[in-house]
């Protein structure tokens, strides 16, 4: 089975975790479910006694027959036996709707848990775990630990009725009752076998989902690309090798899940064979009447059922405390970002000191070693270098995204491992290269992070962004629909629109991650506009491509390989001759104004 499993290996952060330390987990879910599982259980003690009560009233009707009744006993024994019925209907119809609002109950606040567990997560576990088997495990493996909630009420229920079929066959029968006892171990300890790799199956099974989520929702992403450079086939055949290994793997859950009841069911008729001849030997001898043995027979085939259920439980309930062993690793999932402190801030100045910080992804690769740097409040910094010269990463460093591994990170005096994350992140804007917007309009995204301004807070600080000249573009203004990922806006638009959105915040410290890299010079001229205005009255720190970014600055930091080179303005740094300057020959020096003009110089001389 090896080839099977290729692949699906537990992720990191994936736990073992024993059956009784998972039970008393479930537990605490069912807890607030208590007066609901209690009437439940009522139900289920007075269905059991009204179907236990079917064949006992018909056996002791059926000696009143051989006696002679009359129409009107007819009638009544009817009726009795339609009333045990609606009874035995009504106590189970009862049961199940609270066992229906128990396991929905249970479900919702175990997927609110494991939610609430997602939005905490730190950056760096997205950067290492496929979104789509993230999601996988918030919603069908939640899904599935429904099996859990109701096997356990199903339990309950099968129970009831075994305790009473067993007092019932005792009255009828002292010795064949013993003899159905003895048979009975070798039914559960059948069933128990199954247990290991019940719990294996099932695990590969649900990884197996999570893997088929994560590469639709990859595919689906990025079908553009995939359509751009006619890969329509590739993908397809990628999804066809994960869903035949998902075929595979559901087929071997389907074979272990799917013989565990013939099996019992072919011990509980051989059991039932062996009664038989036992009490037919017993009608032959007189120890008890055929009616007896019949009635025996009867209520021993009432009794198989859920003791075979009740022997089979612990297999099935694999496939519940599989799922959630996922949902539960996935919420005790430990963050790499961890605070120190719990301090709220009310006034952010914006200045930043990286105090010798040691930083990496991952241990093979450093990013910054012993790195120092002083960003004055209210100083615009550029950073410039190479792609990995580590830009991008002091600015996530400076937003807390990612837990650095030595030195210190101080805003205004405060460590930030000190801070109260939720009210740093208060007085923090980001604009990055490539920005999110939700469905909705472009109106909702401006307000996103400030759900109490007004329309006319909105409609202001999106008349800040290039003096507004871009509303004029869109169908409906501010009430154009964004359509999902902003995909009805172009590029530019989506960057003003998250321009808005941080200006509408009002930060203390604004960071521009190359946020005008991939935008055309006009909408470029725009947020530079809105630029210009709000990097005044803050701290700003920007990543640039862009000449105009960066020229203006109070200081630029040039960057390589993690270590600070470089540093000045734009005009003392391109006297030096150095690094800047060559960036500058190579990336920014068509972007001049200069070279613009000579350039169109030699055109028009052409």
Not at 58 to 78: H, P
Not at 225 to 231: G, I, S
């Amino acid at each position: 089975m090896g080839f099977i499993m290729d692949g699906l290996d537990a992720e990191e952060y994936d736990r073992q975790y024993g059956d009784r330390e998972l039970v008393k987990r479930i537990g605490s879910y069912f807890r607030p479910q208590t007066v609901r599982i209690l009437i439940a259980a009522l139900m289920i003690v007075l269905d059991s006694l009204a179907n236990t009560g079917l064949p006992i009233y018909i056996s002791r009707s059926l000696d009143r027959l051989e006696d002679g009744i009359s129409t009107e006993e007819l009638l009544g024994i009817t009726g009795v036996l339609v009333g045990l019925g609606s009874l035995a209907w009504g106590f189970n119809a009862i049961r199940r709707w609270l066992q229906a609002q128990a396991v929905g109950n249970v479900v919702l606040h175990m997927r609110e848990d494991a939610f609430d567990a997602v939005v905490q997560r730190d950056l760096s576990f997205y950067d290492q775990y496929p979104s789509g088997k993230i999601v996988s495990r918030v919603t069908s493996d939640t899904q599935q630990f429904t099996q859990v909630v109701t096997l356990t009420l199903e339990l309950m229920s099968q129970i009831l009725l075994v305790v009473i079929l067993i007092g019932y066959l005792f009255s009828v029968n002292l010795r064949l009752t013993l003899i159905t006892l003895a048979i009975s171990p070798l039914v559960v300890i059948t069933a128990l076998a199954f247990r290991k790799i019940a719990r294996s199956t099932v695990t590969q099974s649900r990884r197996i989902v999570a893997e088929v989520n994560a590469h639709i929702q990859e595919t689906v992403s990025g079908i553009g690309v995939a359509k751009t450079f006619r890969q329509e086939q590739a993908i397809y055949d990628e999804f066809q090798d994960v869903n035949r290994r998902s075929y595979r793997i559901n087929l071997r859950t389907g074979y272990v899940f799917n013989s565990i009841f013939p099996i019992l069911a072919l011990l509980a008729g051989a059991g039932t064979a062996a009664l038989v001849f036992f009490g037919g030997e017993m009608v032959k001898t007189g120890s008890i009447s055929a009616g007896e043995w019949y009635l025996f027979i009867q209520g021993l085939m009432m009794f198989w059922f859920p003791l075979t259920s009740i022997a089979s439980f612990w297999s099935q309930f694999q496939l519940g405390l599989a799922a959630g062993e996922r949902v539960f690793a996935l919420i005790d999932a430990e963050s790499k970002v961890v605070q120190t402190g719990d301090d709220n801030l009310d006034l952010v100045l914006g200045e930043i000191t990286f105090d010798h910080v040691d930083f990496a992804y991952n241990e093979e690769e450093p990013v910054l070693q012993d790195f120092s740097l002083t960003i004055k409040a209210g100083e615009t910094l550029a950073l410039v270098g190479h792609t990995g010269s580590g830009k991008s990463s002091i600015a996530r460093l400076i937003a807390r995204f990612y837990e650095f591994q030595g030195g210190r990170i101080l805003v205004d005096g405060h460590d930030v491992r000190s801070l109260n994350m939720s009210n740093y992140r208060e007085f923090l804007g980001i604009v990055t290269q490539t920005p999110f917007l939700f469905d909705g309009t472009v109106a909702d995204n401006i307000r996103y992070g400030c759900q109490d301004a007004s329309d006319e807070d909105v409609q202001s600080v999106a008349k800040q962004v290039g003096g507004g000249d871009w509303l004029d573009n869109l169908p409906n203004g501010l009430d154009t629909e964004v359509g999902e990922r902003g995909g009805n806006l172009s590029m530019g638009q989506r960057q003003l629109v998250a321009l808005a959105r941080v200006l509408l915040q009002d930060p203390s410290i604004f960071i521009l991650d190359e946020a005008t890299a991939s935008v055309d010079p006009l909408t470029e001229t725009l947020i530079q506009e809105g630029l210009d205005e709000v990097t005044k009255r803050r701290t700003s720190v920007v990543i640039a491509h862009r000449l105009s970014t960066i020229k203006n600055a109070h200081r630029i930091i040039v960057l390589s390989k993690g270590k600070i080179i470089e540093e000045g303005t734009h005009d003392e740094l391109l006297a030096q001759g150095g690094h800047y300057a060559e960036l500058y020959n190579t990336y920014f020096r068509h972007q001049s104004l200069e070279y613009i003009e000579k350039s169109q110089a030699i055109v028009s001389a052409a």
